[in-house]
């Protein structure tokens, strides 16, 4: 399996997650997450990268790079043959135009036509440029992205404080797949001190949004709790869930 997603219909790299309630919750099938392209309209569910970390619930996973970043793997997939999407000179001076003036949508999507055009490494340096910019400017999923790049190390220095930093940004506004690997790394003391509470909050959080696999981890981590510890970590969940969820725009 590919770590990029790439719409089925129109073969597009220009997809983003999508909701399932959009999809049908349920009929939602397991360990997979629903995606829309923005090319062709198109509606699919792809397999989730959380079904690599159920492969190993300790959480060595987070380690080995089974949620490696977007950009990175359409990269990689170009360099095993499949063919790149050739740049649109209009498209990007478009794009451009509105992510020179800091707009973080803009930004993202410009991110993303870069990474999906081939595998030159120029290319690959502007994807995570554009990326970068986009989560400096408020872009959730530009943050929770560029904290994965820095978490693999794929193409960026790997850099586990900077990583926690960003998915931060992210699981504090409401995004699930960051929610999910911050608790990864406060289990594992990856970029951060281990803090069995802290894991649970996150995987609380993420459990919360149906994240494959959250459960199962907090559950793991509650029994390494003292009863004190745990309406602690229930009382600073439900305060983080009543923060305001911010939903990006998505650009025409």
């Not at 229930?234 to 998505?250: G, H, K």
Request: net charge positive; hydrophobic share 45%; glycine share 6%.
């Amino acid at each position: 399996m590919t770590m990029f997603t790439r719409c089925p219909n129109c073969k597009s790299f220009d997809v983003r997650r999508s909701s399932v309630r959009a999809l049908g919750a349920a009929t939602k099938p397991k360990l997979r997450s629903p995606y829309r392209c923005r090319e062709c309209g198109a509606r699919f569910w792809v397999v989730s990268k959380r079904a690599f970390y159920l492969a190993g619930v300790a959480g060595i996973a987070i380690v080995a790079g089974a949620a490696a970043w977007n950009v990175v793997g359409a990269l990689d997939e170009s360099r095993r043959g499949a063919k790149p999407t050739a740049l649109d000179a209009a498209s990007i001076a478009e794009a451009l135009k509105l992510a020179e003036n800091n707009d973080p949508v803009a930004e993202y999507r410009l991110a993303h036509m870069y990474a999906s055009a081939s595998s030159d490494s120029g290319n690959k340096k502007q994807a995570l440029a554009w990326l970068e910019r986009a989560a400096e400017h408020g872009n959730i999923e530009a943050q929770y992205e560029f904290g994965n790049a820095l978490r693999e190390g794929s193409g960026v220095l790997q850099d586990y404080e900077r990583a926690v930093k960003w998915l931060q940004l992210a699981a504090e506004h409401g995004n699930a797949d960051a929610q999910y690997a911050l608790g990864q790394m406060y289990r594992m003391g990856i970029g951060v001190p281990a803090d069995n509470a802290k894991a649970y909050i996150w995987f609380n959080l993420a459990a919360a949004h149906d994240v494959p696999g959250a459960a199962v981890q907090r559950t793991a981590v509650l029994h390494l709790l003292s009863s004190a510890q745990v309406l602690e970590a229930q009382a600073e969940s439900r305060r983080l869930s009543d923060l305001p969820t911010i939903q990006p725009a998505i650009a025409p």
